[in-house]
């Protein structure tokens, strides 16, 4: 049984986060792959968390909990990258505006930084322990983690699993320097023969020079190099981020599977009325051009 929240969200920013205890029923980029369901949880106390099921088989799931109602849905395409492609080939699919773009972001920060910037990379339990050190606190600042609780996770659990998988060679972490300080981090949990697009996070400050994204091609050309991998999955959620840099897309979704309580259906009753009011309040504010400074106005 897992602690769970039922995140009311508005752009980047959470609202509020309703408490439930909840399994976690997620799939694999492998599960959606072969279009088949992994084992299945026994429900908590309130029900199942489902992260990433394959849409054509949302009936299957559903059904699999006959005494459960479900709500909460998102729908989204779930980005991978193909990495047998190679890091050439991989980079040749951009257009060249957008080759260009990366190339100048890339310049543009070393230029700005003092002595250029530096990526290092972490794997060994003694490297990983060193990525932490300089990723949580960076990691504190971050919208990520202010407005979503979606930041590098703190516990001293979360940080021994990290540890414990770089011990069987099952972690890749980056960081971004510049000025002589971490600016950006990317954590990679392995499974199998897939990276799993676990954290990516920057400084605010640092924003305008886009570190977040130097800092994916300059990984990803390391791990291309690596030539172990054959799927780097950016799993849940859609982002302008994991538009770009994916190959490839499968339709997803994830949703809750509530015991049928009062107090259950009450609140996918508040989800999905909040879920339909902002989607109706975007779309007056991208035909008013408003939709922008917004954005902008909820990451602050």
């Not at 479900?70 to 779930?78: C, E, H, N, T």
């Not at 773009?101 to 060994?124: I, N, P, S, Y």
């Not at 859609?238 to 994916?246: P, Q, S, T």
Request: charged letters at 20%; hydrophobic letters at 50%; a positive charge.
């Amino acid at each position: 049984m897992a602690r769970a929240g039922i995140d009311f969200t508005l752009g980047s920013r959470r609202l509020a986060s309703v408490p439930r205890d909840l399994a976690t029923w997620a799939f694999s980029l492998e599960d959606v792959f072969a279009a088949a369901l992994p084992a299945m949880p026994p429900p908590a106390r309130d029900g199942v968390r489902v992260l990433s099921a394959p849409a054509l088989l949302l009936p299957e799931v559903t059904a699999r909990y006959p005494d459960c109602i479900a709500g909460g849905r998102q729908d989204y395409q779930r980005h991978y990258i193909d990495m047998g492609l190679g890091f050439e080939a991989y980079m040749a699919r951009f257009s060249g505006k957008t080759r260009s773009t990366l190339k100048r972001k890339a310049r543009k920060l070393a230029e700005v930084a003092a002595g250029g910037f530096r990526v290092t990379a972490h794997r060994t339990p003694a490297e990983i322990e060193a990525f932490l050190a300089a990723a949580l606190p960076l990691s504190a600042k971050t919208y990520q983690a202010r407005l979503l609780g979606a930041g590098l996770p703190e516990d001293p659990a979360a940080s021994r699993a990290m540890l414990e998988a770089a011990e069987d060679d099952r972690m890749r972490a980056f960081l971004l320097h510049a000025d002589g300080q971490a600016v950006a981090y990317l954590a990679l949990p392995v499974s199998g023969r897939t990276l799993v697009y676990a954290h990516l996070g920057y400084d605010p400050a640092w924003a305008p020079l886009s570190p977040g994204t130097v800092l994916q091609v300059e990984a990803l050309e390391q791990l291309f190099a690596e030539d172990r991998f054959a799927w780097f999955d950016f799993t849940e959620g859609e982002g302008a981020h994991k538009a770009l840099f994916g190959t490839h897309a499968a339709a997803c979704s994830s949703l809750v599977l509530l015991r049928p309580t009062l107090a259950n259906r009450t609140l996918i009753g508040a989800r999905e009325a909040f879920d339909a009011g902002v989607a109706g309040a975007k779309v007056l504010a991208e035909r008013s051009g408003a939709a922008r400074g917004i954005r902008a106005l909820l990451r602050a």
